[in-house]
């Protein structure tokens, strides 16, 4: 299958469906590694791993009197960028350039001469014309912890936008907002514009 996840099909029963989310989702496990280790010192979806000897139960929780781990922030990471795009995260604005990686309440912009692409970690892609301000306020993305969700708002501009693993897992779990609306994702493919 080299690695592509199994799309569900829309038009049949909410049983099917159901079965057809759990069958996506064990493509995904799969495909991903999050059954079983890769290696050592490898993570599951961007998981931080243990140190060497540390002790961890079967549930995934450090064993009592191991240091907690701190969560892990990024999102996803810019992909493409032409003009003037800058990321603004925890106050410190940064000129976009690919590979720079995305954080929870990150701010995206773009100047009137500039595009900006970029990709989450589960494969949502997002696209932003001129002009544009998108702020990521919450990414959640652990599927075998049953963790997901991805909240956002179009403040100004264009957004093009192609939904993910989380979206075709758990559709409800996915909401974008504007100024004046907000946007459950359902489908797979759509484009918003806020004008100012």
Known sequence: MSGSIPRTRTDVTPRFRCVARLCLA???????????????????????TSAPGAATPVSGRPAAGAP?????TVAGHVKTVSGEAYVVQGGTRMRAEPGLPIHVGAVLRTGPDGTLG??????TRIAFGPGSEFRIEDFRYAPAEGRLGLAATLLRGTLDFVSGIVTRLRPESTVLRTPTSTVGIRGTHILVKVDE
């Open 68 to 72: 907690e781990r701190a969560p892990d």
């Open 118 to 123: 970029a990709t989450l970690k589960d494969n």
């Open 26 to 48: 064990a493509a995904l496990i799969s495909a991903t590694g999050l059954a079983g280790a890769q290696g050592a010192g490898t993570a599951a979806a961007g998981e931080a």
